[in-house]
């Protein structure tokens, strides 16, 4: 699997953004998908996951603000991303797990794009 993420940009604290992820291969609908974030200086982090039958789960810090989907037609993985905060400025990954779950363990994850940089100014 092949994965390209886009969408990224500057924003005010309080705007919305939305990201998505390219995939190819004809095993996408297969696969837990997952979204991660590294902030400069911090490890890569968890923030939302879906298993392969749209079960979505995210990290307590997002929760509530960010929204993750998938459109296995389009091969696509989505994040978007309202209320957003000065601490949500972050490089954004998309990432795939062979498992029809996403692990919240970035070394679980068996494919990684490009990241796509987020900048929430305050």
Do not use: H
């Amino acid at each position: 699997v092949q994965l390209q993420a886009s969408g990224g940009g500057t924003v005010a604290a309080g705007g919305s953004l939305r990201l998505s992820c390219a995939a190819s291969g004809r095993t996408f609908s297969n696969y837990g998908m997952g979204w991660f974030r590294q902030a400069p200086g911090e490890e890569r982090q968890f923030v939302a996951g879906i298993s392969w039958s749209s079960s979505t789960y995210y990290s307590d810090s997002v929760k509530g603000r960010f929204t993750i989907s998938r459109d296995n037609d389009k091969t696509m993985l989505y994040l978007q991303m309202n209320s957003l905060l000065p601490e949500d400025t972050a490089v954004y990954y998309c990432a795939a797990d062979r498992k029809s779950w996403a692990s919240r363990d970035p070394g679980a994850m068996a494919y990684w794009g490009k990241g796509t940089l987020v900048t929430v100014s305050s």
